[in-house]
């Protein structure tokens, strides 16, 4: 049981890395401070183990099987949204997003929000909230799913503790791989600040070629 729950560790940590999400926490993370990158991802992260988490775990208690042919659409979920994320990408992010580069290389960031005096200052855009990425990493969450679903049922007859142990670590595998993601991806953007733009457009056009070559390899 001890392997198998390592085992299930060693999935998560892979599982964070696959391609789709490199793309698409690179798309997040790489503007911004590390500070921000490091917050985005870990909002991807959770947002992704909690979809997966949660349904995988509901699915094998509750007995449900889920077909191929649902994990194929929600690819082509997960496809569409990063074809979503490279356009923003290409597009410079989040509007208003107030972090920005001077000649000095170094990150700065300004209140673009102006409002009169004495009034309640406007509510910050959702991804400035923390909403986006959480939503974003949910979206790719869902198709996982099944994948876990088909690693779960032996650890739910022995035991259900074991069960929700196994969907932690995995969970926390998949958040360790995606923070390290973001972090790496700042620090690659800050190293090469001036080229940054290069990089964005880079990193948007394979978000879009990835995502669409997806949608495209399952809806066949």
Same mark, same amino acid.
């Given at each position: 049981?001890?392997i198998?729950?390592g085992?299930l560790?060693?999935?998560?940590?892979?599982?964070?890395?696959?391609?789709?999400?490199? +793309?698409a926490?690179?798309?997040?993370?790489s503007?911004?401070?590390?500070?921000r990158a490091?917050?985005?991802?870990v909002r991807?992260g959770?947002?992704?183990?909690?979809?997966?988490?949660?349904?995988?775990?509901?699915?094998?208690?509750?007995?449900?099987?889920?077909?191929?042919r649902?994990?194929?659409?929600?690819?082509?979920?997960g496809?569409?949204?990063?074809?979503?994320?490279g356009?923003?990408?290409?597009?410079?992010?989040?509007?208003?997003?107030?972090?920005?580069?001077?000649?000095?290389?170094?990150?700065?960031?300004?209140?673009?929000?102006?409002?009169?005096p004495?009034?309640?200052?406007?509510?910050a855009?959702?991804?400035?909230?923390?909403?986006?990425?959480?939503?974003?990493g949910?979206?790719?969450?869902?198709?996982?799913?099944?994948s876990?679903?088909?690693a779960l049922?032996l650890?739910?007859?022995?035991?259900p503790v074991? +069960?929700?142990?196994?969907?932690?670590?995995?969970?926390?595998?998949?958040l360790?791989?995606?923070?390290?993601?973001?972090y790496?991806?700042?620090?690659i953007?800050?190293?090469?600040?001036?080229?940054?733009?290069?990089?964005?457009?880079l990193?948007?056009?394979?978000?879009?070629?990835?995502?669409?070559?997806?949608?495209?390899?399952?809806?066949g």
């Amino acid at each position: 049981m001890f392997i198998v729950l390592g085992s299930l560790f060693g999935q998560g940590l892979l599982h964070g890395v696959g391609p789709d999400h490199c +793309l698409a926490i690179g798309a997040l993370a790489s503007r911004g401070g590390l500070r921000r990158a490091v917050a985005v991802s870990v909002r991807f992260g959770l947002g992704h183990m909690a979809v997966l988490g949660v349904l995988a775990t509901a699915a094998v208690v509750a007995g449900v099987v889920i077909p191929a042919r649902w994990e194929s659409a929600l690819e082509v979920v997960g496809g569409a949204s990063l074809l979503a994320l490279g356009c923003w990408t290409l597009l410079g992010g989040v509007p208003g997003d107030p972090t920005h580069h001077h000649g000095d290389g170094v990150m700065h960031a300004h209140d673009l929000v102006e409002h009169p005096p004495g009034a309640a200052p406007a509510p910050a855009p959702a991804a400035r909230r923390g909403f986006f990425p959480l939503v974003a990493g949910a979206l790719f969450g869902l198709s996982g799913v099944r994948s876990l679903v088909l690693a779960l049922p032996l650890m739910a007859q022995r035991n259900p503790v074991v +069960l929700v142990a196994g969907v932690g670590l995995f969970g926390l595998g998949v958040l360790l791989s995606m923070v390290l993601v973001g972090y790496l991806t700042q620090r690659i953007a800050t190293a090469a600040h001036r080229v940054e733009r290069g990089l964005r457009v880079l990193v948007g056009l394979s978000s879009m070629a990835c995502g669409a070559w997806w949608v495209v390899d399952h809806l066949g």
